[in-house]
């Protein structure tokens, strides 16, 4: 690695950063410690995130708040059975002198909230998830990039499953995380309803510039990682997969499919962004620990004896890991 010692110092810059933005995002938003962490690790590493919870539980002021710590462009897109491609990404017109322009869709921000992703039919579905994986929309023959960093976070609601089009297995992998998003405690809950309903208005400052998150997120990239490290990612990621020789005993009795290659560059990327942001200069076991429970579990699907003892996804992960 080029220049250790500015390397070591950016690693240093960006830990310090993450806590001052920790500070900012918790004047609005009480309590959710793990999904503000996750959050800002997929933000860095140029990844996109599902998150799953009950409704009301702030999801759409997290990211807006989040967004206004990052100083980025923010859209929300309510996903609803008869919203169409076009809708999202944008649609040609014709202006008043009779030539066609193109007019950009709302998906043409730096942070996309598409809130209740699996109300919507697979066309509109697939227009988004291209949008994710190419960065680029392609419209009436002319490919548009997006805006840069460009970061989705998909919501979907756990109840209420008529009328759904649940997303398929290989497009719930194209997201880094899967973050649950779990009930406040019971002095977060006082906390929230004492803040929320006093009419207190609070101003969120802006920590790093677009400038600033693109370099951290080259800066990830550049992070080592140790060969034991990548056997251990690949060993485990292989341990999921249910008839192959690496399958781990857990996997035999309670899954039915396995985790593919991009968990493993996941789980690497992540790890390294983990390590960066405790302020260390390359990950080990315990990143790569910390962060295979939201990369894994949309990627594996349990089998009906597992469904059928009620065995939870989060017991499989800890019996794999």
């Known amino acids: 690695m080029s220049n250790n010692g500015d390397e070591v110092a950016l690693v240093k810059e960006l830990g310090e950063k993450y806590e001052i933005l920790k500070k900012e995002i918790g004047k609005v938003i009480i309590g959710q410690d793990?999904?503000?962490?996750?959050?800002?690790?997929?933000?860095?590493?140029?990844?996109?995130?599902?998150?799953?919870?009950?409704?009301?539980?702030?999801?759409?002021?997290?990211?807006?708040?989040?967004?206004q710590a990052l100083g980025l462009s923010f859209r929300r897109i309510q996903f609803t059975p008869d919203l169409m491609p076009s809708d999202i990404v944008g649609a040609e017109i014709l202006d008043e002198n009779r030539q066609f322009k193109f007019i950009k869709g709302p998906l043409f921000?730096?942070?996309?909230?598409?809130?209740?992703?699996?109300?919507?039919?697979?066309?509109?579905?697939?227009?988004?998830?291209?949008?994710?994986?190419?960065?680029?929309?392609?419209?009436?023959?002319?490919?548009?990039?997006?805006?840069?960093?460009?970061?989705?976070?998909?919501?979907?609601?756990?109840?209420?499953?008529?009328?759904?089009?649940?997303?398929?297995?290989?497009?719930?992998?194209?997201f880094m995380f899967n973050i649950e998003v779990g009930y406040p405690s019971f002095a977060?809950?006082?906390?929230?309803?004492?803040?929320?309903?006093?009419?207190?208005?609070?101003?969120?400052?802006?920590?790093?510039?677009?400038?600033?998150?693109l370099k951290y997120q080259q800066l990830v990239r550049r992070i080592p990682v140790s060969d034991h490290l990548y056997e251990f990612v690949i060993k485990l990621v292989q341990g999921t997969r249910p008839n192959t020789p690496n399958a781990k005993?857990?996997?035999?009795?309670?899954?039915?499919?396995?985790?593919?290659?991009r968990a493993s560059q996941n789980l690497i990327l992540a790890a390294k962004a983990h390590a960066a942001l405790q302020g260390k200069f390359s990950p080990d076991t315990d990143d790569v620990m910390a962060v295979?429970?939201?990369?894994?579990?949309?990627?594996?699907?349990?089998?009906?004896?597992?469904?059928?003892e009620g065995v939870s996804m989060e017991k499989i992960i800890e019996g794999l890991v």
């Open 34 to 67: 793990e999904v503000i962490h996750l959050l800002l690790l997929s933000i860095f590493c140029k990844g996109h995130s599902l998150l799953v919870g009950v409704p009301g539980l702030a999801k759409t002021l997290l990211v807006n708040t989040v967004s």
């Open 188 to 213: 977060e809950e006082v906390n929230i309803v004492k803040n929320t309903t006093a009419g207190l208005e609070v101003e969120v400052n802006e920590v790093l510039s677009t400038e600033e998150i």
């Open 292 to 308: 295979a429970k939201p990369i894994l579990r949309h990627r594996i699907v349990k089998n009906y004896r597992a469904e059928a």
């Open 109 to 174: 921000s730096n942070i996309i909230l598409a809130d209740e992703i699996n109300r919507t039919p697979p066309k509109t579905q697939s227009a988004l998830l291209e949008a994710m994986q190419e960065r680029s929309v392609t419209a009436a023959g002319h490919t548009y990039q997006m805006a840069q960093p460009f970061f989705v976070l998909a919501t979907q609601n756990p109840i209420e499953q008529e009328g759904t089009y649940p997303l398929p297995e290989a497009q719930l992998d194209r």
């Open 249 to 261: 005993e857990v996997t035999k009795e309670y899954l039915s499919w396995g985790a593919g290659p």
